[in-house]
T-cell receptor
Framework: GQQLNQSPQSMFIQEGEDVSMNCTSS?????WLWYKQDPGEGPVLLIA?????ELTSNGRLTAQFGITRKDSFLNISASIPSDVGIYFC???????????FGTGTRLKVLA | EAQVTQNPRYLITVTGKKLTVTCSQN?????MSWYRQDPGLGLRQIYY???????DKGDVPEGYKVSRKEKRNFPLILESPSPNQTSLYFC????????????FGDGTRLSIL
């Protein structure tokens, strides 16, 4: 089945640093979603994007829906220890009722 | 409290012994979905349901069955489990397809020996 290419796979950063991660797809997406998963829990939605070019913020998080509709990025500014977790991109491929997830970016923040 | 409840949370069983993982949501959501999560592969959709009696295959449906007889329940059935179905499973629901967020359960960790 189709999967999204998400990078990087993992990141170790210092508290206070900014973080950037991205996802690319070989097919056009109608919706891009970014989730965070904490250990022992299900993913929780951070940001949803619905239009090409859309730039949306949620506190220290900013995400954009790529103009080509085949990519998206997520930025986290001024990271804090509770940002630790696995971040997933996901999307709805055009013409389907399915959600496709990326392989995840594991973020570790060093205090 | 709005929630998606999965049971059991953990299960160790043997090859070939039929099992069912239940999923229930209390939000009157139409869209429900099952995912499996494996290291390095992220989440992959197994089956989804647009509404009662309407189900369809996701990307990795082989070896699984589902049913949607009532709006709130969406059980995942493994008729003859095999070791390659050892995984972490999540059920999720949303108001309708395309509406966000999808609410995820806390997961069911299955080990098939």
């Amino acid at each position: 089945g189709q999967q999204l290419n998400q990078s990087p796979q993992s990141m170790f950063i210092q508290e206070g640093e900014d973080v950037s991660m991205n996802c690319t797809s070989s097919s056009i997406f109608n919706t891009w979603l970014w989730y965070k998963q904490d250990p022992g829990e299900g993913p929780v939605l951070l940001i949803a994007l619905y239009k090409a070019g859309e730039l949306t913020s949620n506190g220290r998080l900013t995400a954009q829906f790529g103009i080509t509709r085949k990519d998206s990025f997520l930025n986290i500014s001024a990271s804090i220890p509770s940002d630790v977790g696995i971040y997933f991109c996901a999307g709805q491929a055009s013409g389907t009722y399915k959600y496709i997830f990326g392989t995840g970016t594991r973020l570790k923040v060093l205090a | 409290e709005a929630q998606v409840t999965q049971n059991p949370r953990y299960l160790i069983t043997v090859t070939g012994k039929k099992l069912t993982v239940t999923c229930s949501q209390n939000m009157n959501h139409e869209y429900m979905s099952w995912y499996r999560q494996d290291p390095g592969l992220g989440l992959r959709q197994i089956y989804y349901s647009m509404n009662v009696e309407v189900t369809d295959k996701g990307d990795v449906p082989e070896g699984y069955k589902v049913s949607r007889k009532e709006k709130r329940n969406f059980p995942l059935i493994l008729e003859s489990p095999s070791p390659n179905q050892t995984s972490l499973y999540f059920c999720a629901s949303s108001l309708a397809f395309g509406y966000q967020p999808q609410h995820f359960g806390d997961g069911t960790r299955l080990s098939i020996l």
